[in-house]
């Protein structure tokens, strides 16, 4: 079992930065990669971003040059700094881990980005 714990959402204008934060619960060792997906309303979740045990990383098309992930294996977390937000990156984001057994899932956190 992996617990996640998710934080760093809010409220932006467009154009603004935030950093969502995502501590996992398990040494990253026997995790193959962590990641963020978001679900905005009425829409289906998709990947925004994910790095894996060799930091290869991973970025959906929409998010490339504006959203960057990262880790600290000291502390079992990952990040995602998020720049120049746009109103459609408005979502609930979700942290995941992968293991070889399962994947496991944050509680989401919102990201709103206003006009």
């Known amino acids: 079992q992996v617990q996640l714990v998710e934080s760093g959402g809010g409220l932006v204008q467009a154009g603004g930065s935030l950093r969502l934060s995502c501590t996992a619960s398990?040494?990253?060792?026997?995790?193959?990669?962590m990641g963020w997906y978001r679900q905005a309303p009425g829409g289906q979740r998709e990947l925004v971003a994910a790095i894996f045990k060799d930091d290869y990383t991973n970025y959906a098309n929409s998010v490339k040059g504006r959203f960057t992930i990262s880790r600290d294996n000291a502390k079992n977390t990952v990040y995602l700094q998020m720049n120049s937000l746009k109103p459609e990156d408005t979502a609930v984001y979700y942290c995941?881990?992968?293991?070889?057994?399962?994947?496991?899932w944050g509680q989401g956190t919102q990201v709103s980005v206003s006009i």
């Open positions: 398990r040494m990253f060792f026997s995790i193959n990669a």
């Open positions: 995941i881990a992968m293991t070889d057994g399962s994947n496991y």
